[in-house]
């Protein structure tokens, strides 16, 4: 079995169709699939038919952008149903505040000489203002050719004391697994490797309190972790005990760091999170 558990279509930030990832998926051999595209549900019905079609089992998810002790960091949540009022209202707002974030991102922007920043963003955002992320002005800045690749783009703009970045503050972590739980789902804490920790003992941290709130899994095999990271995680998982995920998140062709289906399976000695609804 393949699984991957973390991936972006279109309704977010990445660059395929919900159906087009889902047929890259199927064509990487992936048997097991879930969406979890930020802050957004309104992939998932045209995945699932997808999926369907393709004889895939597929797993509706969702990632949820969470402030935490002044940090962005990602729950995702696996196997939720889809009318729960609380997360579906409580998605739609964020989606609001989207808006007001990307225009004094592209305020910022200005200031250093790139105009037309919102207009650009919100094209690679498919002219949805709820979606816009600075995903989408990454990429209207390559067009740009104010950086080289997306990725790179963060090296310059976008990140914390250069242009274009602005704070925001999404949910909380008690909130955000309070809607996954309420939804019938798993909560998962996305590449934990990744995040800017500032202080010693913050990962930890993070850790504690996302435990304490009824988080129930982590990430350890994820296009965001090295190999080192792989075993880490797995430690940590295992010192934890949590459920083990993996997942490529994967946004778009040549921007990803792993493609869909392409991340090896998960260390020996750990549940996998698959495993509460095999």
């Known amino acids: 079995m393949t699984v991957d558990l973390h991936c972006h279509s279109t309704a977010s930030d990445g660059g395929l169709s919900p159906a087009a990832l889902v047929a890259r998926a199927y064509s990487n051999g992936v048997t097991q699939l879930a969406l979890t595209d930020h802050d957004q549900l309104a992939g998932l019905v045209e995945a699932r038919m997808a999926a369907n079609a393709l004889g895939m089992r597929f797993i509706n998810g969702v990632e949820i952008s969470v402030t935490w002790q002044n940090l962005t960091v990602h729950i995702v949540g696996l196997n939720i149903a889809l009318d729960h009022v609380p997360l579906v209202d409580g998605l739609k707002k964020m989606a609001d505040g989207r808006r007001e974030r990307a225009l004094e991102m592209a305020a910022q922007l200005a200031e250093v000489g790139i105009e037309g920043a ?40 976008l990140v914390a004391g250069k242009p274009g970045f602005v704070e925001h503050r999404w949910t909380s972590l008690q909130e955000a697994v309070a809607w996954i739980d309420g939804a019938g789902g798993v909560a998962v804490l996305a590449h934990p490797g990744r995040y ?8 930890s941290s993070l850790f504690d309190d996302f435990i304490s709130v009824g988080g129930r899994a982590v990430e350890v095999v994820t296009g965001s972790h090295s190999k080192k990271q792989y075993a880490l995680y ?21 921007e990803s760091r792993v493609d869909i289906g392409q991340v090896p399976a998960l260390p020996a000695g750990l549940t996998p999170v698959w495993s509460v609804w095999a």
């Open 118 to 157: 919102y207009e650009g963003a919100l094209a690679h955002a498919n002219g949805r203002e709820d979606l816009i992320s600075r995903t989408h002005f990454a990429r209207f800045l390559v067009a740009q050719r104010k950086s080289h690749h997306v990725r790179a783009v963060f090296n310059d703009y």
């Open 196 to 203: 800017p920790y500032t202080e010693e003992g913050q990962e």
């Open 234 to 254: 797995a430690e940590t998982a295992r010192r934890y005990g949590l459920l083990a995920s993996a997942g490529s998140d994967f946004h778009a062709l040549n």
